[in-house]
């Protein structure tokens, strides 16, 4: 796929972020843009929910950009709406984004992503996954 048929940026030509800690999507892409992205989960769920073998993990696949102080996107819910799974999702998640290398950096160390989750932890993240994630990913 190209890298500008998403949203038009392309990735190639955004400054690098080199060892940021974070970039906000706002940092980088127009309102518009932002919005397509965010709907993302919401196709997740309408795709696996078609296929019967997937209908059982589609909701808690389309949750993971959901955090517990209901700052996540697309639906914004909050802990009470949020079941474990779909909590460790979320982890997980932003835990790979951080560690995969992207056409505009380098994938950060483990070390680097597990301080940032720990930021969030038990305020928008769920804090045994983290700790979880912590001791699997040990060396």
Not at 9 to 28: I, M, Q, Y
Not at 48 to 75: C, I, N, Q
Not at 83 to 102: E, N
Request: aromatic share 8%; hydrophobic share 40%.
């Amino acid at each position: 796929m190209d890298q500008t048929a998403a949203s038009g940026l392309d990735l190639k030509a955004t400054p690098p972020f080199g060892n940021s800690a974070r970039v906000s999507l706002s940092e980088v892409l127009a309102a518009e843009e932002r919005a397509a992205i965010e709907k993302h989960p919401l196709f997740t769920w309408e795709i696996l929910s078609r296929v019967t073998a997937f209908r059982d993990f589609a909701w808690m696949s389309a949750l993971h950009h959901e955090k517990l102080d209901g700052s996540g996107y697309p639906w914004k819910l909050t802990a009470e709406s949020l079941d474990t799974p779909a909590r460790i999702l979320a982890v997980a998640d932003i835990y790979d984004a951080l560690t995969a290398d992207r056409p505009y950096r380098e994938g950060m160390s483990r070390e680097k992503a597990l301080r940032i989750l720990g930021e969030d932890r038990d305020t928008r993240l769920f804090g045994e996954a983290i700790d979880a994630l912590a001791a699997c990913t040990q060396e």
